[in-house]
């Protein structure tokens, strides 16, 4: 009997990550090319046909990417609100009838053994969320793509045991990047991602919440560095007398190679 979180993938260039309770394996997201994904699951010896789904949290590609092909090959059901099917119909392929699965924000609902809680999360994607992951009366989330510091999600995710939190870029190396300024606009925008800076002051309220394990995860590449990101919340922490280590861990995602594997005890 056990619960555990994976991140196989998390990062501007893709993410997929797995979470199962018992005999329950899901995908949240599957935004890398398929044969990555594979190899990552059978890194952590599962086999892709004993997936129950996919929980997909909006339909940009760098969370599709492979979704509709893990579906056709493996007869998995696809897991998203109507707005995020409506938005992703056409870019998945064909997903048959019984396995395009529709929930609806803000309302819970079980695969099996987890129970999934989807909330609001400010993007610019037709109808985005984060996913609160619920089994043996612990808590996981994954909050990423978050244009800015809501009440909503930050209440969605207090108290988890275990979240997995956007800490997308550095606010300098964005105004200092080549990225036209169109783009460095939508990036930190209130319906962009989230500087390490806004991860790092969440976070402080989010660790009196309860929160025992954050993974910083869904990095830019072009814009963020893993040591800057980690550095950067750990200073604000610290600053706020949240201690890391003693009591709460901060730890990092990989965009391009699996995480740790957590068991959520
Ligand atoms: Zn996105
Ligand atoms: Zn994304």
């Known amino acids: 009997m056990s619960f555990v979180f994976c991140p196989l993938f998390s990062g501007s260039s893709g ?9 329950t394996h899901l995908l949240v997201d599957a935004g890398m090319p398929l044969k990555a994904i594979l190899a990552a699951l059978d890194g952590l010896g599962v086999a892709p046909q004993n997936l129950r789904g996919i929980l997909v949290t909006h339909e940009h590609s760098d969370h599709i990417r492979a979704a509709g092909a893990l579906s056709r090959k493996f007869n998995l059901p696809v897991y998203a609100n109507e707005g995020t099917w409506q938005a992703m119909a056409d870019k998945l392929g ?11 924000t803000g309302q819970d609902f079980y695969v099996e053994n987890l129970g999934v809680a ?26 990423t793509d978050l244009g800015h510091i809501q009440s909503g999600w930050m209440r969605a995710v207090s108290g988890a045991d275990l979240l997995l939190l956007e800490a997308n870029y ?15 606009q939508r990036i930190r925008g209130r319906k962009g991602h989230l500087s390490n800076e806004d991860c790092g002051k969440a976070l402080c309220a989010l660790a009196q919440s309860g929160v025992r394990t954050c993974v910083l995860g869904h990095l830019s590449r072009e814009n963020n560095l893993p040591e800057l990101a980690y550095q950067t919340v750990r200073d604000a922490l610290l600053a706020q007398d949240v201690p890391c280590g003693a009591g709460f861990r901060l730890d990092l995602a990989w965009r391009d190679r699996v995480g740790e594997r957590y068991v959520i005890a």
Do not use: C, W
């Open 94 to 104: 064909e997903v048959a009838p019984r396995n395009q699965r529709v929930f609806t």
């Open 170 to 184: 550095d606010l300098n190396m964005l105004e200092n990047s080549r990225y036209p300024t169109v783009l460095k």
């Open 15 to 23: 993410n997929a990550l797995y979470v199962g309770a018992d005999d």
């Open 118 to 143: 989807p909330f609001a999360i400010p993007h610019d994607a037709a109808e985005p969320v984060g996913l609160a992951l619920h089994a043996r009366g612990r808590k996981v989330a994954v909050a």
